[in-house]
């Protein structure tokens, strides 16, 4: 059964700081990996989508990667600003395409 | 475009009632999902639509959940009695054939009393 495990849990940093968010996941035969923001009361909004062949997507500031075989994936989030306050989701999906997600981690950047 | 759209955003029941969750997914996505978020856990898979056919019912919880999409459009999610542990919310996700990224909805926040 797949579990994913996010750390940390909650994170507070500094406006402009770069930051590291971590995902990992204990099967290794994931189809690919989403990461996700959530804002409070609001639907998930997809970041970044990893295939698993690939083991880097970009986007803006945003860079996640994939290391399948150790199961692990990394969100870095570039001169953090307070906009990017909010819960951020790593999501796994198997042959089925269903989505095992992590419980997320609380980002909050102070002006 | 319009997003995906779920109705509606909160309701509140007491248990034994019956509640229906309705989504609209993006036009043309013939992939559909629900997911749910209890308290204090992560987001779990509840089953997936391919059009109007279930093809994974393996996350729902027990009978008390009924799943319907009619014609590959819209899709509800009737829970039959509710009880207190169903509180929580519930996610409906898109998709096209062709394509991985899964677009989700705002959720509906049920509470269960």
């Known amino acids: 059964k797949q579990e994913v495990t996010q750390i940390p849990a909650a994170l507070s940093v500094p406006e402009g700081e770069n930051l590291v968010l971590n995902c990992s996941f204990t099967?290794?035969?994931?189809?690919?990996l989403q990461w996700f923001r959530q804002d409070p009361g609001k639907g998930l909004t997809s970041l970044l989508l990893i295939q698993s062949s690939q083991r880097e997507q970009t986007s803006g500031r945003l860079n996640a990667s994939l290391d399948k075989s150790s199961g692990r994936s990394t969100l870095y989030i570039a001169a953090s600003q307070p906009g990017d306050s909010a819960t951020y989701l790593c999501?796994?999906?198997?042959?089925?395409?269903?989505?095992?997600f992590g419980s997320g981690t609380q980002l909050t950047v102070l002006p | 475009e319009a997003g995906v759209t779920q109705f509606p955003s909160h309701s509140v029941i007491e248990k034994g009632q019956t509640v229906t969750l309705r989504c609209d997914p993006i036009?043309?996505?013939?992939?559909l999902y629900w997911y749910r978020r209890v308290m204090g856990k992560e987001i779990k898979f509840l089953l997936h639509?391919?059009?109007?056919?279930?093809?994974?019912e393996s996350g729902m919880p027990n009978n008390r959940f009924l799943a319907e999409r009619t014609g590959g459009t819209y899709s509800t999610l009737k829970v039959q009695p509710a009880e207190l542990e169903d509180s929580g919310v519930y996610f409906c996700a898109s998709k096209p054939g062709d394509r991985e990224t899964q677009y989700f909805g705002p959720g509906t926040r049920l509470l269960v009393l």
């Open positions: 639509f391919v059009k109007e056919s279930k093809q994974d």
């Open positions: 999501a796994v999906s198997g042959s089925a395409r269903q989505l095992t």
């Open positions: 099967d290794s035969a994931i189809y690919n």
């Open positions: 036009s043309g996505h013939d992939n």
